[in-house]
Structures are given as structure tokens and as C-alpha cells.
């Protein structure tokens, strides 16, 4: 009895050594690591629901057939003659846009009973994606992405041309010219910027920006996307900042030493030396500042005229894909086609994103390692 | 001598121009600050943030989106600021870093915390609103509607998962801060895991997570994409009472009164009245989190 208590007192057996069983350690181990699954869930929850959403458009192709096979039934003539009559009516629709209400008038009441069968066939269709239109809610609807897509390239565009230089040369002050009590203000002072809300930025656009810029250059349209562009520049800029200039400092001393005793200047290490070592940090700040922007909804809504028009001219107003889903969802019809494109668009971005994501993370980061310990 | 003189010119140039970057960025902070201070100063008074919008919201105050905002932004906490606790906890404390697992959940932290934030509207509609609200109704309801619609806990929801990643990255970023001997110390004394996580490594990381809660308040009361369509209003009587409500929201307010208003110029002084409240309201909460933020840095040093 005594010897038991002794041998298990102070000899230590394999027995004795493992990890004693508890369950309250069990359990808060188990129902943290599940709890931690949730983000990978909540990912692919988005990715799921926003493509399930989507189905509709893809569905919605058989239904929109059949009724045109009805139709055309009992109205031969008119169906053989579709493809002509669908390519004189688009014109007057286009118009119609422009409000010229004289002409729609004329031109849609009389075959007004004809429309929506026709445009069941040749246009609320996933053909229709590819066609030059976005007139989602007129009697024939129209779900033309390439304005869409010309637009919030267009805007994106300006607003990297304006947000990436600014931005990187601002990093560079910070980690290379600043002393280092400028320094520490700066960082957080910039990052201030990030934390405005986008709807203020949005805001601060379209109440004060558009008109300075108007009176500036003299263009026409007030809300274009060069005022967008602009204003979401101020979104991306702290994001490009904040990843440049970590990764400007990342870049370990010795390089700095090195080429500081070769007798290089300071603006000239900076340039030559840290700058292109940093290269692949810069390129995934870009990266992930083109991500803001493609996704930004409220400044695109707010800043940019919101007019599905393709041209190229920067100073012309632009629907981007993002605001085209925050503006139109709220009163589309749960289920139908439209509901389904604007999920499709949703899916869309978010695969964009998902992918420049991932590209920043794998791509870059495995570069940037290996060029900084010179492998 | 030439190429001496060429090249200090090119330095000076360059050290002016990223100056000047900065100088210019601070410079926009600064005007939109002082713009909204300016055009919103002489409408805020007690009585604007207290009172509710009259005349068809052509005059009065904001008080029902300032209410809205903070139910949308507390009911978003109590989702947000556990689930990323826990979170990481776990990637500090119970993961390996190099595991693959861990790996998987920081990638798909960052992907959450670049996912536009409209994606996260669409989201909460095609998931909360219709799969989750749409099953309650059906199964508890018998198919009577009342979660299957856009309202104040899809909403907060929705937001929630749109800041959970602030909440990890500031939480997991405090919890490294706690040095390694107090731990071993715990442990040591015969403390569990559990025990010295929940005793120990939590204590010390409060003000990390208080950090956090901060900034994604702040994220949450400015968003505005994702409860587009998941439970802002336009204009609501009556205060919600339940989470089956919708709500009024300042960002959304300000969206609908400078773009769908039918008078755009005579709300202005509200508009921008309302813009300053936001904006005063997720700059302090900022200011909060980088002060807090930065004595936490010097304590580590």
C-alpha cells in the first residue's frame, strides 16, 4: 500500500507520463478549432449562395423558348421576319434611353403586344451578355455586361493611374527619406484615410469633387469617370500605401549597408536598391488596390453618373459592375433573369477578387522570400 | 563634377516628389475633414441628433439612423468579436504555424477581408434572408413571412462577417504580445491549456480585442453595400424593437438623401450635418484603436 503510493509518486512510467484525459480540455480544444473552420465555411458558403443565386440566369433560357414557341404558333409570319424586326426595334430603344419620349411613343405602341415574346427570344437570354446593351427593365430587357465591364475597367484605370504612383512614392518617403519621428505620424495618419467610410468618400465626390473637377477641365457630364476614378483613388491609396511601405521595410538592413558602402547615395539606394528588391510586395499592393476598386460599390454609385455608355472617353459617365448590383437589386424580382445577372455579375466579382487575392498571397510572397534571401 | 550636380538634382527631385505625395494625401484627409466641418457645422445641434426627420425628411434630425446604426453595430459585435476571438486563439495558440490547416484559415481570412463588400449583400441576401429566413418561416412559421425579408439580424449579420477579419488580425496581433514566460509560467504552476489561455493569455490581450471590437464598429457603422438589401430603410416612423425590424442607417441615409431624394439642394445642410456625425463617429473610433494600438507597441518594446 505504502510502496504503491511511492512508486506512483516519484516513478515516472510511460503510463504515468501521458497527457491525462480531460474533457473540459477536450472539448474547449474541439470547439475552438471548429469554431475556427468558420472562415474557410463562410467562403465557401459566398461562393456557393451567390453562384446558386446566379442559376436563373442560366435557367431562365428553355422557359423564354417556349414561350416564344407559343407565340409564334399562332404568328408565323411575324416570327420568320424576328431577326429583321429585333434589329430596327433596337434603335428606337437606344433613344428611348435619352428620354425622347415623342419617338418611343410612335415607335413602340404598335407592336407593343409583340414585344416581350420577341425579346424573350433574342435578347433576355445569356446571348444577350455579350451584346453592347444594359437595359435591364425596359419591355425588352437587355443584359449586355461589355458596358458594364468598359466601365469599371475604365474607372479602375484612372483611378490606379492616380492611387499606385502617389501611393508608392508616399511608402517610399516613409520608409526611406522620413526621419524616423515622421514616421511614426505619417503611418497612422495615412491610415486614418482607410478608415473614412467609402459613402463620405462617395459623399465628399459627388458634392464637392465633381464640381471643383468641372470647373477645373470644363467637361460636360458632371459625374463621369474621371471623378470616380479619383475618388476611389482616395479609397485604394491607403491599402497601396500601407502593404508598399511594408513591404519597403521588410527589406532587410544589410542591403541598405551594402550599397550605402559602395558609396551609393541615400535617394539612390532607395531607388535602385530597395525599390526593385521590393518589387513583388509593390506589385501585390497594386494588386490588391485594384481589388478595392473593381469592388467598390458606394462611390461608384454615387460618383460616377451611373449611364451604361461603352465609349472609351474618360470625361463620359460609367455604370460599374458593382454599383450596377447595388443600385438595381433592391428592385429586381426575386428569381427572374434580371435577379440571376446581377448575381452572375456578383459571382463574377467575386472571383476576380478571390483570384487577385490568391495571386497576391501565393505569387508574390513566395517571389518576395526568395529574392530576399537570394535564392 | 557634371554627373555629381545631375545626380544630386535627380535626388533632390525625387525626395520632393514622395514628400509631396505625402504631403498631398494628408492635404485630401485634411479637406474632407474641414469641408464636412464646414458645411455641416451649423445644422448639427443636440436637437438634430435627437430628433426624427419631418416633412417627408426635408427638415428635423437623424435620430432614428443614429439608433439604427448603433442596434446594427452592437448585434454585429455580439457575432463578430467571439467568433473572432476564438479564432485567433486558435491560430496563436493551438495551431501549428506551418500546418496546413492553419494556412487554409489565414488565406481565407485575408480573402474575407478583400471581398468587395457588396459581395457580402448578395451574400446575405441569397443566404440569410432567403436559405436561413426563408427555412425559419417555412419550418417554424408554417410558411408565414416574417424572417424571410431584410431586417435588422440579417443585417448585423451580414456585417459581421464583413468585419471578422478585422477582429482576428487585431486580436491574433495582441495575443503574440503576450510573452511566451507567462504562459510557460502558468503552465508550469500545473495550468492547463485551457486554463492558462483563459487565465492568462486572454487577461493579457484585452486591450487587443478591445482594439479590434473598435475598428470593426468602426468598419460596421461606415459600410453601407452590404445592408443595401439586407435591412437599411429609407424612412421608418417608428424605432425598431426587434431584430425582425429594419433600420434606419446614417451611411445609407446619407446615399438615399444625395442621390434619391427628389431635392437634393435643400437637404444639403442635412446631408452634410449627417456625413460629419458618420464621419466624426469612425474617426474617433479610429483614433481610439491607433492610440490604444500604439501604447500597446511600447509596452512590447
Excluded: C
Excluded at chain 1, 511594408?246 to 550599397?259: C, R, W
Amino acid at each position: 500500500m505504502n510502496s504503491d503510493l511511492v512508486k506512483n509518486k516519484f516513478v515516472f512510467t510511460a503510463d504515468s507520463l501521458k497527457k491525462k484525459f480531460r474533457l473540459s480540455e477536450f472539448l474547449s480544444e474541439k470547439i475552438i478549432t471548429s469554431v475556427a473552420f468558420l472562415s474557410i465555411a463562410v467562403i465557401i458558403l459566398i461562393f456557393f449562395f451567390v453562384f446558386r443565386e446566379s442559376l436563373p440566369a442560366f435557367k431562365h433560357r428553355p422557359k423564354a423558348t417556349t414561350e416564344q414557341q407559343k407565340v409564334s404558333a399562332g404568328n408565323k409570319p411575324e416570327s420568320y421576319g424576328s431577326s429583321e424586326v429585333s434589329a430596327a426595334e433596337k434603335k428606337p430603344e437606344t433613344y428611348g434611353a435619352v428620354k425622347d419620349s415623342s419617338v418611343t411613343a410612335d415607335e413602340v405602341n404598335p407592336d407593343a403586344s409583340l414585344r416581350p415574346a420577341e425579346g424573350a427570344e433574342n435578347e433576355g437570354t445569356l446571348g444577350s451578355l455579350f451584346s453592347n446593351e444594359w437595359f435591364p427593365v425596359s419591355e425588352n430587357p437587355r443584359y449586355g455586361l461589355i458596358p458594364l465591364f468598359v466601365g469599371t475597367f475604365k474607372v479602375t484605370l484612372i483611378a490606379m493611374l492616380f492611387a499606385a504612383p502617389i501611393a508608392i512614392l508616399a511608402a517610399l518617403f516613409s520608409s526611406s527619406f522620413a526621419p524616423p519621428w515622421l514616421r511614426e505620424w505619417i503611418k497612422p495618419a495615412i491610415e486614418l484615410l482607410a478608415g473614412f467610410p467609402s459613402v463620405v468618400i462617395g459623399f465628399f465626390a459627388l458634392m464637392v469633387m465633381a464640381t471643383f473637377l468641372q470647373n477645373m477641365f470644363g467637361y460636360e457630364t458632371r459625374l463621369n469617370s474621371f471623378v470616380g476614378g479619383i475618388a476611389m483613388a482616395l479609397a485604394a491609396i491607403p491599402i497601396i500605401f500601407t502593404i508598399t511601405e511594408d513591404a519597403l521595410t521588410a527589406i532587410p538592413d544589410t542591403y541598405k549597408e551594402a550599397s550605402l558602402a559602395l558609396g551609393a547615395s541615400k535617394w539612390q539606394t532607395a531607388v535602385f536598391v530597395i525599390l526593385p528588391a521590393a518589387t513583388p510586395g509593390i506589385f501585390a499592393a497594386v494588386l490588391l488596390g485594384v481589388g478595392r476598386v473593381f469592388g467598390e460599390t458606394m462611390i461608384a454609385l454615387m460618383a460616377t453618373g451611373n449611364a451604361a455608355l461603352s465609349g472609351l472617353n474618360p470625361f463620359e459617365s460609367v455604370r460599374t459592375l458593382a454599383a450596377t448590383i447595388g443600385a438595381e437589386m433592391a428592385e429586381v424580382v426575386f428569381g427572374d433573369m434580371h435577379y440571376g445577372v446581377l448575381f452572375l455579375i456578383g459571382s463574377m466579382l467575386f472571383i476576380f477578387n478571390f483570384s487577385i487575392n490568391a495571386i497576391a498571397e501565393f505569387y508574390v510572397k513566395g517571389k518576395l522570400v526568395k529574392k530576399i534571401q537570394g535564392k | 563634377m557634371k554627373t555629381r550636380l545631375k545626380n544630386k538634382i535627380i535626388g533632390g527631385a525625387i525626395t520632393t516628389l514622395s514628400a509631396l505625395s505625402v504631403v498631398l494625401i494628408l492635404a485630401i484627409i485634411i479637406i474632407i475633414l474641414v469641408v464636412t466641418i464646414i458645411g455641416g457645422k451649423s445644422t448639427l445641434s443636440w436637437e438634430f441628433l435627437t430628433s426624427f426627420p419631418t416633412e417627408g425628411m426635408m427638415k428635423g434630425g437623424i435620430f432614428p439612423a443614429i439608433y439604427g446604426t448603433a442596434l446594427l453595430v452592437i448585434v454585429m459585435s455580439i457575432a463578430a468579436v467571439p467568433f473572432g476571438t476564438i479564432t485567433a486563439i486558435y491560430l496563436s495558440e493551438y495551431a501549428h504555424e506551418k500546418s496546413w490547416l492553419a494556412q487554409t484559415i489565414r488565406f481565407a481570412v485575408r480573402t474575407l477581408a478583400t471581398v468587395p463588400s457588396i459581395i457580402f449583400g448578395l451574400f446575405g441576401l441569397g443566404f440569410f434572408i432567403k436559405f436561413v429566413g426563408g427555412g425559419m418561416d417555412n419550418w417554424f412559421l408554417g410558411g408565414q413571412l416574417k424572417w424571410a425579408q431584410p431586417n435588422l439580424l440579417w443585417g448585423s449579420l451580414t456585417m459581421a462577417l464583413l468585419t471578422l477579419p478585422v477582429v482576428i488580425v487585431s486580436v491574433e496581433e495582441a495575443i503574440r504580445t503576450v510573452p511566451r514566460e507567462l504562459r510557460e509560467a502558468s503552465l508550469a504552476l500545473g495550468a492547463t491549456k485551457w486554463q492558462t489561455i483563459w487565465k492568462v493569455v486572454i487577461p493579457g490581450s484585452i486591450s487587443g480585442i478591445m482594439t479590434g471590437t473598435i475598428l470593426a464598429v468602426s468598419r460596421g457603422a461606415g459600410e453601407v453595400a452590404p445592408i443595401l438589401f439586407t435591412g437599411a430603410a429609407y424612412y421608418l416612423a417608428t424605432l425598431p424593437t426587434s431584430l425582425s425590424d429594419q433600420f434606419m442607417n446614417l451611411g445609407y441615409h446619407i446615399y438615399v438623401m444625395s442621390t434619391q431624394s427628389s431635392n437634393v439642394d435643400q437637404t444639403l445642410p442635412i446631408q452634410f450635418a449627417t456625413t460629419l456625425v458618420l464621419l466624426m463617429l469612425t474617426f474617433t473610433l479610429n483614433l481610439a484603436a491607433v492610440l490604444i494600438r500604439s501604447s500597446l507597441r511600447r509596452r512590447v518594446k
